[in-house]
């Protein structure tokens, strides 16, 4: 369930109720029903059942059992092992050593330690300590140590 007071009420943030952030209800963000965002149960979001999304079962998501998602053994999703993906041990995905993916250590990619990614400690990431990232608050949004 998603607060429209957790976080940002809008804005390009995540946790927030509505905008082009991750965890939002509805819109581009994540963790939210329908919509291109992550996390949504149809469409191009995350956590669907298929679609574009991150964490689908099938598609071109990030978290998918097949294709091109994450949570796979390769692609262009996140949460996988190499490829394009966020959370890949190497390439342009997140939870990587580098590049653009979200959950890298640096680059553009979310939950960096540098770069343009969200959860980084400095940029225009989210759960950052200053940036457009999501999980902040607004702005330079407050820091979300994992």
């Known amino acids: 369930p998603c607060c429209s007071t957790l976080e ?30 992550s996390e949504c149960d149809q469409s191009q979001g995350s956590v669907c059942g298929q679609g ?9 998501g990030s978290e998918c ?14 949460e996988c092992d190499q490829g394009q993906g966020s959370e890949c041990e190497q390439g342009q995905g997140s ?5 653009q993916g979200s959950e890298c ?10 770069g343009q990614g969200s959860e980084c400690d400095q940029d225009l990431g989210s759960v950052c300590d200053q940036g457009q990232g999501s999980e902040e608050e607004h702005g330079g949004g407050r820091p979300l140590c994992l």
């Not at 939870?95 to 590049?99: D, L």
Request: charged content about 20%; hydrophobic content about 5%; glycine content about 28%.
């Open 8 to 37: 940002n009420d809008q804005g390009q943030s995540s946790v927030y109720g509505k905008g082009q952030g991750s965890e939002c209800e509805k819109g581009q963000g994540s963790v939210w029903d329908e919509g291109p965002g």
């Open 52 to 60: 574009q999304g991150s964490e689908c079962d099938q598609g071109q």
């Open 65 to 78: 059992e097949q294709g091109q998602g994450s949570e796979c053994g390769q692609g262009q999703g996140s």
């Open 95 to 99: 939870v990587c050593g580098q590049g």
């Open 105 to 114: 250590e640096q680059g553009q990619g979310s939950e960096c330690e540098q």
